[in-house]
């Protein structure tokens, strides 16, 4: 079992096949109406605050579950701010793979083609992306609102490298990442080129 505090509010722990076992847990049968899954988050709760001193003190608590790999499970425990003055009940819920898209670019150079690129080839619908330095890399996030554009996700792969990524990874890097430009990034990098995208006739 591993925790990591992400934040002052937020714990990650991560479990290993082994640990898996050992709860008799599989990922797609958790529930929270199995008294048997919530007996084993209390304990996993239990082993967090001993090590890490993380409590709930009365707030309401987020739990998401992620699956980074088949056979292991990943929970991430965030304290919400209360909303009156009456202690909260846990706030339950289990996230499937999905949410953000990943993408990392070894060099400046790496990205500046990619958005180079984007441009040149005329794309015009662009998701919400944020872009994170760390590492020595650079990071760019992408919340795209139905599905990924194909013209830009194979710009993309071209220059750089897709990785895997669920909610409490991109946590990670807002908090321990350089945050360089937040909103459409895309749009607005490639829009940078303006009429050099594109040579003339």
């Not at 925790?3 to 958790?30: E, F, G, W």
């Not at 996230?95 to 984007?118: I, K, N, Q, S, T």
Request: contains cysteine.
């Amino acid at each position: 079992m591993e925790i990591d505090r992400i934040a002052a509010t937020k714990i990650q722990v991560r479990l290993s096949v082994d640990d898996m076992k050992t709860l008799n847990m599989h990922y797609p049968d958790i529930s929270w109406e199995d008294e048997r899954v919530r007996a084993n988050i209390q304990s996993i709760l239990d082993r967090v605050k001993t090590e890490t001193g993380f409590s709930r003190r009365g707030e309401k608590l987020l739990i998401e579950a992620f699956e980074p790999h088949k056979g292991e499970c990943c929970f991430l425990f965030t304290l919400l701010p209360r909303t009156s003055g009456r202690p909260h009940k846990r706030r339950y819920r289990v996230v499937r793979p999905g949410g953000p898209l990943l993408y990392r670019f070894d060099g400046a150079e790496e990205l500046l083609d990619a958005m180079h690129a984007v441009a040149y080839r005329g794309v015009r619908r662009h998701s919400s992306s944020k872009l994170f330095r760390h590492g020595g890399q650079y990071h760019l996030l992408v919340y795209p609102a139905v599905k990924m554009d194909r013209r830009v996700e194979s710009v993309l792969l071209e220059f750089g490298e897709k990785r895997p990524c669920h909610t409490y990874e991109a946590a990670r890097l807002e908090e321990y990442g350089t945050l360089i430009a937040d909103g459409d990034v895309i749009k607005r990098m490639a829009g940078s080129f303006g009429s050099l995208t594109r040579p003339r006739g």
